[in-house]
């Protein structure tokens, strides 16, 4: 066999074309980038070896001398390499290094506070160097009482809440204050722990009170706990279950001033110097909380099919307990809105009077009173042809008699109208005073055009009504203790029936659809909506035109802009004013009667949220695009908070924090993908992922990929 040679690049290893050796494959990356890394290297030849070892026999071969002409042009080229290098090469270097620099240090940006955050900052600082008002404070509290016990839980979480907060402050502020500033400021965090000292002296000093104390508040608990009477047991069971927490933080934290310590086995605090009765030492049994947590796990929910959207988003709604309780109510706000509309829809036609509002009042009545197959039917027979056609007939009659005053004609006209009245008011007893009036004289034009709003309004009742009836049955059946999912499997299916009907032009009735949709229309329904404003400025200094707009709505539905940024950042990009419009997207003003006053090619617009922030936000993050495109990227989302502040009218020193309690997650592409959730409860994440429901164990990642987002308020 005769020996081979060949050239190697920086990428490209040694190989030969006589010898069949796998691992020795050409690189096609270092050959289309070899010429930057070949400065005139040596050849090697590969020689022939007929011993059976895995080694590669090599040699060193001197390359044949070259001309001077070809020896410039090689230095010609060596020159440009270099300089394509240091343009290339360098400036990514450089930027490889600067992100290295920065991750090492843990880099950020931080907003320069103004001068009056720095003086609250400072003042808050100052009231908590200063010790007076602590003292003040536990020298009311009522130490032989169990309320002086909350007051001291209170008290000390209120105290750490503070630790916290200025933590925060130094960790983003610190380098803008001057060396005054930052002495108060970081004396403060010292002096909140001399004020933990005060109370564990005080608790040390009276410990056999204040574990009375404590037995007597861990067994109203357990009373309550074990109280099957309760009307709302999902809301209790939270409350309970973080009263639970609460105390159990305060006896860990000050266990040393207690003389109590904990059995790792049963989870229980006991008093070690009480030895004569087995019972009477124990003060903190762990039975409620893993009670509790048994019952506050969530249920599962079969997939029929296609239902994945409905059953990830009533997990995450019936997980909030102001969503659930409102769920089981029985006249929901919804009926109302329906019913205003209603009125405002005559009142705007004239074709109603002024007793309007008591007869609509009576309607609704007596439509909440029926069953929805029965409003169904009327509702049928309202939309009949044929109906509408013997309205234009009466019509059409009393015209022409109006005419020809002939007895046998007024006869015959008021026997066909009798033949009308009868009708309506046998088919329609809910609806005939509204539609006859109270009047002798029957103005059928006047009936003719009320069949619209009425079937209209009539209609959206009947489709909230159905939805709200089946969820609240279903809410009430998913909360009784042994139930299964099998067991919920009938009222999920009548459920996705009565969604269909609601949306019959979302598609089929086993075809996927919006989880946001769904969402949107249960918390409307129950009300759990927020005033949402815009506020639309156009034209130039001196020439403007304002207009602002408020409606109820329950998502905020926030763009992403950007790849891997936070949610944080993408609310802030939300809540700033933002300029919009072009030549083809214009804003046209319009007064409240509908009549245009001026278009705008560029406006400005500002979103907010009138009165006090709501305890309940949800976020709609649009990762759908047109032309069935998905936006993939994870959110960062940092202590599963996000500051919202922006959207609302505060104080100076109010915040609206929101925490992170329930996700529902698209997995998947626009044409093919499944809907799960993950919620807080019970001081756990958990996974619905239909009829599966388990500890998350990575929830972090799953908020990540998150599309709607239940926020609540949080409160100090």
Same mark, same amino acid.
């Given at each position: 066999?005769?020996?081979?040679?060949?050239?190697?690049?920086?990428?490209?290893?040694?190989?030969?074309?006589?010898?069949?050796?796998?691992?020795?494959? $050409?690189?096609?990356?270092?050959?289309?980038?070899?010429? %930057?890394?070949?400065?005139?290297?040596?050849?090697?030849?590969?020689?022939?070896?007929?011993?059976?070892?895995?080694?590669?026999?090599?040699?060193?071969?001197?390359?044949?001398? &070259?001309?001077?002409?070809?020896?410039?042009?090689?230095?010609?080229?060596?020159?440009?390499?270099?300089?394509?290098?240091?343009?290339?090469?360098?400036?990514?270097?450089?930027?490889?290094?600067? %992100?290295? *620099?920065?991750?090492?240090?843990?880099?950020?940006?931080?907003?320069?506070?103004?001068?009056? @955050?720095?003086?609250?900052?400072?003042?808050?600082?100052?009231?908590?160097?200063?010790?007076?008002?602590?003292?003040?404070?536990?020298?009311?509290?009522?130490?032989?009482?169990?309320?002086?016990?909350?007051?001291?839980?209170?008290?000390?979480?209120?105290?750490? !809440?503070?630790?916290?907060?200025?933590?925060?402050?130094?960790?983003?502020?610190?380098?803008?204050?001057?060396?005054?500033?930052?002495?108060?400021?970081?004396?403060?965090?010292?002096?909140?722990?001399?004020?933990?000292?005060?109370?564990?002296?005080?608790?040390?000093?009276?410990?056999?009170?204040?574990?009375?104390?404590?037995?007597?508040?861990?067994?109203? /608990?357990?009373?309550? =706990?074990?109280?099957?009477?309760?009307?709302?047991?999902?809301?209790?069971?939270?409350?309970?279950?973080?009263?639970?927490?609460?105390?159990?933080?305060?006896?860990?934290?000050?266990?040393?001033?207690?003389?109590?310590?904990?059995?790792?086995?049963?989870?229980?605090?006991?008093?070690?110097?009480?030895?004569?009765?087995?019972?009477?030492?124990?003060?903190?049994?762990?039975?409620?909380?893993?009670?509790?947590?048994?019952?506050?796990?969530?249920?599962?929910?079969?997939?029929?099919?296609?239902?994945?959207?409905?059953?990830?988003?009533?997990?995450?709604?019936?997980?909030?307990?102001?969503?659930?309780?409102?769920?089981?109510?029985?006249?929901?706000?919804?009926?109302? +809105?329906?019913?205003?509309?209603?009125?405002?829809?005559?009142?705007?036609?004239?074709?109603?009077?002024?007793?309007?509002?008591?007869?609509?009042?009576?309607? #609704?009545?007596?439509?909440?009173?029926?069953?929805?197959?029965?409003?169904? !039917?009327?509702?049928?027979?309202?939309?009949?042809?044929?109906?509408? !056609?013997?309205?234009?007939?009466?019509? $059409?009659?009393?015209?022409?008699?109006? /005419?020809?005053?002939?007895?046998?004609?007024?006869?015959?006209? $008021?026997?066909?109208? +009798?033949?009308?009245?009868?009708?309506?008011?046998?088919? #329609?007893?809910?609806?005939?005073?509204?539609?006859?009036?109270?009047?002798?004289?029957?103005?059928?034009?006047?009936?003719?055009?009320?069949?619209?709003?009425?079937?209209?309004?009539?209609?959206? *009742?009947?489709?909230?009504?159905? =939805?709200?009836?089946?969820?609240?049955?279903?809410?009430?059946?998913?909360?009784?203790?042994?139930?299964?999912?099998?067991?919920? $499997?009938?009222?999920?299916?009548?459920?996705?029936?009565?969604?269909?009907?609601?949306?019959?032009?979302?598609?089929?009735?086993?075809?996927?659809?919006?989880?946001?949709?769904?969402?949107?229309?249960?918390?409307?329904?129950?009300?759990?909506?927020?005033?949402?404003?815009?506020?639309?400025?156009?034209?130039?200094?001196?020439?403007?035109?304002?207009?602002?707009?408020?409606?109820?709505? &329950?998502?905020?539905? =926030?763009?992403?802009?950007?790849?891997?940024?936070? /949610?944080?950042?993408?609310?802030?990009? %939300?809540?700033?004013?933002?300029?919009?419009?072009?030549?083809?997207?214009?804003?046209?003003?319009?007064?409240?009667?509908?009549?245009?006053?001026?278009?705008?090619?560029?406006?400005?617009?500002?979103? &907010?949220?009138?009165?006090?922030?709501?305890?309940?936000?949800?976020?709609?993050?649009?990762?759908?695009?047109?032309?069935?495109?998905?936006?993939?990227? !994870?959110?960062?989302?940092?202590?599963? @908070?996000?500051?919202?502040?922006?959207?609302?009218?505060?104080?100076?020193?109010?915040?609206?924090? %929101?925490?992170?309690?329930?996700?529902?997650?698209?997995?998947?592409?626009?044409?093919?993908?499944? *809907? *799960?959730?993950?919620?807080?409860?019970?001081?756990?994440?958990?996974?619905?992922?239909?009829?599966?429901?388990?500890?998350?164990?990575?929830?972090?990642?799953?908020?990540?990929?998150?599309?709607?987002?239940?926020?609540?308020?949080? /409160?100090?």
């Amino acid at each position: 066999m005769s020996a081979s040679v060949e050239g190697v690049g920086f990428f490209s290893p040694i190989s030969s074309p006589g010898l069949p050796h796998p691992n020795e494959n $050409k690189v096609w990356l270092g050959r289309i980038v070899e010429w %930057y890394f070949d400065w005139g290297q040596q050849a090697y030849a590969i020689v022939p070896s007929f011993e059976d070892d895995q080694t590669i026999p090599i040699e060193k071969i001197s390359s044949e001398k &070259s001309s001077l002409f070809f020896q410039a042009i090689h230095i010609v080229i060596i020159g440009l390499k270099i300089l394509s290098c240091i343009t290339v090469i360098l400036p990514l270097a450089m930027l490889i290094g600067k %992100y290295i *620099y920065r991750e090492d240090n843990h880099f950020s940006v931080h907003e320069r506070p103004s001068p009056e @955050e720095v003086a609250t900052f400072i003042e808050r600082a100052q009231e908590v160097i200063s010790e007076d008002s602590l003292l003040v404070e536990l020298s009311k509290i009522p130490i032989e009482e169990v309320d002086g016990l909350r007051d001291l839980m209170d008290l000390t979480r209120n105290i750490e !809440n503070q630790k916290t907060e200025f933590q925060d402050i130094l960790d983003q502020f610190s380098p803008f204050f001057n060396q005054e500033q930052l002495q108060t400021m970081c004396g403060a965090i010292p002096a909140l722990e001399k004020q933990i000292s005060h109370i564990e002296e005080l608790i040390e000093k009276n410990k056999r009170v204040i574990r009375i104390n404590i037995f007597h508040f861990h067994t109203e /608990l357990q009373q309550v =706990v074990k109280n099957k009477n309760l009307e709302d047991r999902f809301t209790s069971d939270i409350e309970v279950w973080k009263e639970l927490q609460s105390l159990e933080k305060f006896i860990d934290q000050f266990q040393i001033a207690l003389g109590v310590i904990k059995n790792e086995e049963g989870g229980n605090w006991k008093i070690p110097e009480l030895e004569t009765d087995r019972e009477s030492k124990i003060l903190f049994k762990n039975e409620c909380s893993v009670m509790l947590a048994k019952r506050l796990t969530p249920k599962g929910i079969i997939n029929l099919g296609a239902t994945c959207f409905m059953n990830a988003s009533v997990q995450a709604i019936i997980s909030n307990p102001v969503f659930r309780a409102k769920l089981k109510e029985e006249d929901q706000p919804i009926y109302g +809105s329906i019913q205003e509309k209603l009125r405002i829809k005559l009142e705007k036609f004239g074709i109603f009077d002024n007793k309007a509002s008591s007869i609509i009042e009576n309607l #609704f009545a007596a439509w909440k009173q029926r069953k929805v197959p029965f409003l169904i !039917n009327d509702l049928r027979k309202l939309n009949r042809k044929a109906f509408t !056609n013997s309205i234009d007939e009466v019509i $059409k009659e009393k015209h022409d008699n109006s /005419l020809n005053q002939e007895a046998s004609q007024v006869s015959q006209e $008021k026997t066909k109208e +009798s033949r009308m009245i009868s009708y309506i008011e046998r088919t #329609f007893k809910d609806e005939s005073s509204m539609l006859l009036g109270l009047g002798e004289n029957i103005d059928w034009e006047r009936v003719k055009k009320m069949l619209i709003p009425l079937t209209m309004e009539l209609s959206e *009742y009947i489709r909230c009504k159905q =939805v709200m009836i089946i969820l609240k049955t279903f809410v009430m059946k998913y909360e009784e203790a042994e139930v299964k999912p099998a067991g919920l $499997k009938a009222l999920a299916i009548e459920l996705r029936s009565a969604f269909h009907f609601a949306f019959p032009g979302e598609g089929s009735l086993t075809a996927q659809h919006d989880a946001a949709v769904f969402v949107e229309f249960v918390l409307q329904a129950i009300g759990c909506t927020f005033p949402f404003t815009l506020t639309r400025e156009g034209g130039e200094f001196g020439d403007s035109h304002v207009q602002k707009t408020t409606d109820p709505i &329950s998502l905020l539905q =926030v763009p992403i802009t950007g790849s891997n940024v936070s /949610l944080q950042k993408l609310m802030n990009d %939300y809540m700033s004013v933002s300029i919009e419009g072009s030549k083809t997207d214009k804003w046209t003003s319009t007064d409240d009667e509908g009549t245009v006053i001026k278009s705008f090619s560029e406006w400005t617009e500002k979103k &907010s949220i009138e009165g006090e922030p709501p305890k309940n936000i949800q976020i709609q993050l649009k990762r759908f695009k047109v032309g069935n495109q998905k936006i993939r990227d !994870n959110i960062d989302l940092s202590n599963n @908070e996000v500051d919202l502040s922006e959207l609302f009218d505060l104080k100076s020193n109010d915040k609206a924090i %929101y925490q992170i309690k329930a996700v529902v997650v698209h997995a998947g592409s626009c044409t093919g993908g499944h *809907y *799960y959730s993950v919620v807080e409860l019970a001081g756990k994440r958990f996974k619905c992922n239909d009829s599966v429901v388990t500890v998350e164990k990575n929830p972090d990642l799953e908020h990540a990929k998150g599309y709607i987002y239940f926020l609540e308020r949080k /409160l100090d």
